[in-house]
Each structure stands twice: as C-alpha cells, then as structure tokens.
C-alpha cells in the first residue's frame, strides 16, 4: 500500500484550515433630496468573520454583517423618524451584508478592488459591488474601506415628497470602514 496519498492528504488537512476573526464597521451613508444632501452614521453589530488559511495566509473570507436599521442616525429627528418608517424597521429590524470572496480580491495592492455583496434589505436580498480601498494588513489586524451604492426603488424604500415638492433622491452611498482581529 502506497502512504503517499495519505501524507498528501495529512498534509493538506493541516495547512488548510478556518480561523475566525472578530468584526467591526462603522457605516455612514449620504443622500440627496430636492433641496439639500444629507447623511447618516450606523454601528454595525460586531461580527465574526470565517477566514480560510493555507499555510499560515488567509485565502478566502466569509461573513455576514447585521446592523440594526434602528440605529441609524441623522442627527434631525424628524427625517429619523420618517427614514425608520420608510424602512419598516418593526418588519424588518436588520439589515444584513453577506461576503463570501477570495481574500486576493478583497487586499490587491493596487488599484481598487470590488466585492460582491448579498444585501438584505427590507427582507429582500439583492446583490451590490462594492469597492474596496486602503487596505492595511498589520499583524493580527486587518482594516479596509468599503463603498458600495443603494437604490431606495429597488430595496423597495418608498419615502414620500414633503410638502409636495421636496423629494428623495434614489441613489444613497453606503461607507464603511472595516477593522477585523485575527483571534
């Protein structure tokens, strides 16, 4: 009997391995309406990330990241209350992000990298690019900036016109900045 398939296999069993990794986003995100822009922040819920390693580098990068629509925050009271209203957030209390991509895609030196997202928003999931930047791999800790855009009309987002004129606008830029700790 040949030991060689199994030393292959012992081998691969004990380079290949998952780690999880510990999360944290601070999201902001900008509007526009007929009269002025405007802006939010929102916390993410801290979150784990599942980090598959070869050799002692990361390879390929999976999470899912909850952020409690409750929470956003746009500093006027009056539009809070309608964006919380336009959201559904008694219905649908979470928002959630799902990456499943290699960690290449997500640190290439160079230019910009995009990331495909499954984004659930209002209990319908869509899928969104978005472009990572500044990527910064120090030890055990990982950061990066993540930007990525959202459509109202097609999270299904309707926000009525104030006093008949002053609308929302559909577009609304999503930015996060990402901090993970290898545990």
Wanted: hydrophobic share 45%.
């Amino acid at each position: 009997m040949n030991p060689r398939p199994f030393l292959i296999l012992f081998l691969s069993a004990t380079l290949l391995h998952a780690e999880t990794w510990s999360g944290t986003a601070q999201i902001t995100f900008d509007g526009t309406s007929t009269l002025h822009a405007w802006g939010g922040k929102v916390a993410a819920e801290a979150f784990k990330a599942d980090v598959t390693m070869t050799g002692g580098q990361p390879q390929r990068v999976k999470a899912e990241v909850a952020v409690k629509a409750a929470n956003m925050d746009t500093a006027e009271p009056k539009r809070d209350a309608n964006m919380l209203k336009a959201m559904q957030v008694d219905s649908h209390p979470l928002i959630l992000g799902k990456i499943d991509a290699k960690f290449s895609e997500i640190t290439a030196a160079s230019t910009p990298t995009k990331l495909p997202i499954e984004l659930n928003l209002l209990g319908k999931s869509q899928n969104v690019t978005g472009t990572i930047s500044n990527w910064k791999l120090n030890g055990r800790k990982a950061s990066f900036d993540l930007d990525f855009p959202v459509s109202m009309k097609a999270s299904g987002i309707s926000v009525p016109a104030v006093l008949l004129f002053i609308r929302v606008g559909d577009g609304v830029q999503v930015h996060a900045s990402v901090k993970l700790t290898q545990n």
